[in-house]
């Protein structure tokens, strides 16, 4: 069946530093891509999305990467903080926007101070 | 104050017990989601609705039922035919034809 994944389930990063975190997804009719960030104990907080008809799509300090060739997507965090410690979640959507999100299993970062 | 809540936070109740998780929002949305979350894992969904008064089975629904008979409210109940009740359940909700999906607090269930 179709999937959202991710390659790395955890990772650790020093304060200052960028962070990179990869999602596969293999559902090529996906049109629709979304980024949660989970603390501890509490609900998802949304990040940035990014539709299909963008490559790249900047927030403040976050930037979301798609690359439809190869299925991939990346939420990169500039300038990392102690307060970017979480679990990261991508999400897709296929076809239609009434369809539920499909949630990969997220990944954890760890700021180091 | 606006936004999707859920009460309790925490909920403890004893095995066999039916229980219903409360899930509010005042932002208007037309579609509610209930999400199921085990320690480490994903979000599992357990059962959406699009509009009032209709609702679908997610991926999850086996041992849950749920109503949508206001826009603002989806309440869950956990009945005693789910074999592993004890998880954390997201509530998430959206505006028709809208792309971002917004969650809810949670309630942590506690089966003993």
């Known amino acids: 069946g179709e999937s959202v994944g991710l390659h790395l389930p955890t990772l650790s990063v020093q304060e200052g530093d960028n962070s990179i975190i990869n999602c596969a997804y293999s559902?090529?009719?996906?049109?629709?891509f979304i980024w949660y960030k989970q603390e501890s104990g509490k609900g998802p907080q949304f990040i940035i999305d990014i539709r299909s008809n963008m490559d790249k799509r900047q927030g403040q300090r976050v930037t979301v990467l798609l690359n439809k060739t190869v299925k991939h997507l990346s939420l990169q965090i500039a300038a990392t903080q102690p307060g970017d410690s979480a679990v990261y979640f991508c999400?897709?959507?296929?076809?239609?926007?009434?369809?539920?999100?499909?949630f990969g299993k997220g990944t954890r970062l760890s700021v180091i101070a | 104050d606006g936004g999707i809540t859920q009460s309790p936070k925490y909920l403890f109740r004893k095995e066999g017990q039916n229980v219903t998780l409360s899930c509010e929002q005042n932002?208007?949305?037309?579609?509610m989601y209930w999400y199921r979350q085990d320690p480490g894992q994903g979000l599992r969904l357990i059962y959406y609705?699009?509009?009032?008064?209709?609702?679908q089975k997610g991926d999850i629904a086996e041992g849950y039922s749920v109503s949508r008979e206001k826009k603002e409210s989806f309440p869950l109940t956990v009945t005693s035919a789910q074999k592993n009740p004890t998880a954390f359940y997201l509530c998430?909700?959206?505006?028709?034809?809208?792309?971002?999906?917004?969650f809810g607090p949670g309630t942590r269930l506690t089966v003993l």
């Open positions: 998430a909700s959206k505006l028709a034809g809208a792309d971002t999906q917004y």
């Open positions: 559902n090529s009719a996906s049109d629709y």
């Open positions: 609705s699009q509009i009032v008064n209709d609702f």
């Open positions: 999400a897709e959507r296929a076809l239609s926007g009434n369809t539920p999100l499909v």
């Open positions: 932002l208007n949305h037309d579609a």
